[in-house]
């Protein structure tokens, strides 16, 4: 019944989805902020939150044979 609903729901606003944040990996990227364990860069207005957990990742543009996209990798987990 779960997944009845959630597919119609995805029908219903499926013509009109907007993306909620900027997926345009080509535009300008920064230095990751909010987690001292974070490295590398991300596109302009994304933010790294995973401070909360003992985790460290590292962000990087990457192009293979197509369009631009993030690279997320995480290099260590120790709690989250």
């Known amino acids: 019944m779960r997944r009845g609903l959630i597919l119609a729901f995805l029908i219903y606003t499926g013509a009109s ?22 490295t590398g860069a991300l596109p302009r207005d994304w933010r790294d939150n995973s401070n909360w957990a003992r985790i460290w990742t590292d962000y990087r543009k990457m192009a293979e044979d197509g369009p631009p996209f993030l690279r997320i990798q995480v290099t260590q987990l120790l709690d989250g």
């Open 17 to 38: 989805a907007q993306p909620l944040i900027e997926t345009d990996f080509s535009s300008a990227y920064v230095a990751a902020t909010g987690n001292p364990r974070a």
